[in-house]
């Protein structure tokens, strides 16, 4: 397929020339996760808790990915966008050929990719993107990439477009940059791929800190980091360290050379820095306070907070202001996004702690359940009236931070009425994308249309809803049964029998159907 016939590709784009690698790992494909920082629903959503409310279209939109991998994050934005059109580019051939094998397995014909350094893409004839994204690309690329990057945002982001770019980023990686110096220093010369040689390091560096050299007594920050490295996907790890380059910085030299492009810093991408009282400590709100540049607060907010890894965005001018009081949000259904007896009864969200069982939450949760109240009627129901509307409104914004609650971007379908017995999955590709990966990263992803994004569900119930998706799934337990005992030998420490399967597809379809079909993941065949 050449770029040209396909969505969002320029006119004149012509075959690009095989790309060298720049110093960045090839011998290695990258893990492939959906990342849903990168939805438009998700990126809207933390510019309206930072109290912007931009005007960026969420329907019929032009989506670029730079660095985009083996396209898990665009496939999903492509599935649940099938208005939209989307491309994705990348330097590696092999995650191109992933992408686009994924691509057309789940049968999404608004989606391309190109394979081409960014340096080469940024000069291409593209028309304007109301989304660009780069996730995991900025810090571990050299200088000139670096600028390919930020010139591509600014030569093709639409006038109301919106731009994340992730990074490593300083104080937060102050103390652990020399960890990848050392590594660095160690495998230099060593035979062999990637992978190999970052085990290498790893153990190089356990090394070290076994034999109590000042860096790590000195900086607990490393060893806790290096333990995480030995727990993640080694080629996570060989991306992470094998690079020629690799330089975390401070979010103030990323918002200058922005600038040079005609961009502005808008917000995080992860909602919790975006929020006015929990951005930092409390104890220092009044400090920030004073400090009138919009920038320079958000420079000693990261400093603060000791940024170790952040998700900004641009725009070409900052869109409207609006107040807690008059935002979108209140427009917005609220919801809980797992079975309730999934919820643990304490909640971690962001800074603070809350109880299930605490009156406020309580409340929220119960008139919240069925997915079909706006924040505005939540806040007015009978339990909930005697609290200020902002209290209720800030409540919710927190515990969308565990992740078990979510404000939603469609409004709810007509009638529930009863679970049908074979679920028919929105998108039609939701199961492929499910599927996909599913052993490699132990859980799946699944598309949720009105959240404009995708839950994650472990194993078992990844395996379910696929089991219950089956167009003839008038066995859905044997079939459980089979894949478990054949594929998943180790997931459960019993052989499973068709009964005990077919017990766990109900116990699912009580506790999980009603949360998929207000999610829009379900619906009547
Ligand atoms: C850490 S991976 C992140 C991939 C993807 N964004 C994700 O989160 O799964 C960085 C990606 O950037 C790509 N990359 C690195 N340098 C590049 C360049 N100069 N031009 C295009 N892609 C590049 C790599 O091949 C790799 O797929």
Same mark, same amino acid.
């Given at each position: ?56 279209? /969420? ?36 995650? /191109? ?52 990057? +930020? ?50 390091? #790893?153990?190089?560096?356990? &090394? ?49 050379? %922005? ?31 004073? /400090? ?91 339990? +909930? ?39 028919? #999955? ?8 499910? %599927? ?18 995708? /839950? ?21 337990? %044997? ?11 180790? +997931? ?15 116990? &699912? ?17």
């Amino acid at each position: 397929m050449s770029p040209s016939s396909q969505p969002g590709a320029p006119a004149d784009a012509g075959q690009p020339t095989a790309p060298e690698g720049r110093g960045y790992v090839l011998d290695e494909p990258y893990t492939a996760r959906y990342f849903d920082l990168q939805s438009p629903a998700r990126m809207r959503h933390s510019m309206r808790c930072a109290g912007f409310d931009p005007a960026t279209p /969420i329907q019929g939109f032009r989506y670029a990915e730079l660095g985009c991998g083996n396209g898990a994050t665009l496939a999903m934005l492509a599935a649940l966008h099938p208005d939209s059109s989307f491309l994705g580019i990348d330097l590696n051939p092999a995650h /191109i050929a992933a992408a686009t094998a994924l691509a057309q397995s789940a049968g999404l014909d608004n989606l391309m990719f190109l394979q081409a350094d960014i340096a080469q893409a940024c000069a291409m004839p593209w028309g304007a993107f109301d989304y660009i994204t780069a996730h995991g690309v900025y810090a571990w690329v050299d200088a000139e990439v670096r600028d390919s990057l +930020l010139r591509f945002i600014g030569r093709h982001l639409a006038p109301q477009g919106v731009a994340y770019v992730s990074y490593n980023a300083l104080p937060g990686w102050s103390a652990k940059e020399p960890l990848w110096r050392l590594l660095d220093h160690h495998i230099a010369d060593l035979p062999g791929g990637s992978v190999a040689r970052v085990g290498e390091g #790893l153990r190089f560096l356990e &090394f070290l800190r076994d034999a109590g050299v000042p860096y790590f007594a000195q900086n607990p920050a490393a060893g806790a980091h290096l333990e995480m490295l030995r727990a993640e996907d080694p080629r996570y790890v060989a991306h992470e360290f094998c690079n020629r380059h690799f330089a975390p910085l401070y979010c103030s030299t990323l918002f200058a050379d %922005a600038r040079r492009q005609g961009l502005v810093f808008v917000a995080q991408a992860e909602t919790q820095p975006n929020l006015p009282f929990e951005r930092v400590p409390p104890a220092c709100l009044d400090y920030l306070a004073r /400090i009138a540049d919009f920038e320079e607060r958000e420079v000693a907010s990261s400093l603060l907070r000791n940024d170790g890894f952040r998700t900004d965005l641009y725009m070409r001018a900052w869109p409207a202001a609006v107040d807690l009081e008059d935002s979108p949000l209140w427009d917005q259904a609220f919801t809980t996004l797992t079975p309730l007896r999934d919820i643990p009864a304490e909640l971690v969200c962001g800074s603070r702690r809350f109880h299930l069982s605490d009156e406020l939450v309580d409340a929220i949760t119960e008139g919240c359940a069925a997915g079909r109240l706006t924040m505005r009627e939540l806040a007015a129901l009978p339990r +909930l009236r005697r609290h200020s509307p902002r209290l209720v409104l800030e409540t919710a914004l927190l515990l969308e931070l565990s992740r078990h609650y979510a404000f939603l971007t469609a409004p709810a379908p007509a009638e529930d009425g009863p679970l049908p017995e074979c679920w028919r #999955l929105a998108p039609g590709s939701a199961g492929v994308l499910l %599927a996909s990966r599913l052993r490699e990263n132990g859980f799946g992803h699944l598309a949720a249309p009105r959240l404009g994004s995708a /839950i994650r569900l472990d194993v078992m119930a990844s395996l379910a809803v696929l089991c219950l998706a089956e167009p003839d799934a008038d066995a859905p337990g %044997a079939r459980l049964a089979d894949w478990l005992n054949r594929d998943w030998p180790a +997931l459960l420490a019993f052989r499973v029998t068709e009964s005990w399967a077919g017990g766990f597809l109900d116990d &699912f379809r009580a506790h999980w159907g009603p949360v998929l079909r207000k999610l829009g993941v379900i619906g009547a065949r």
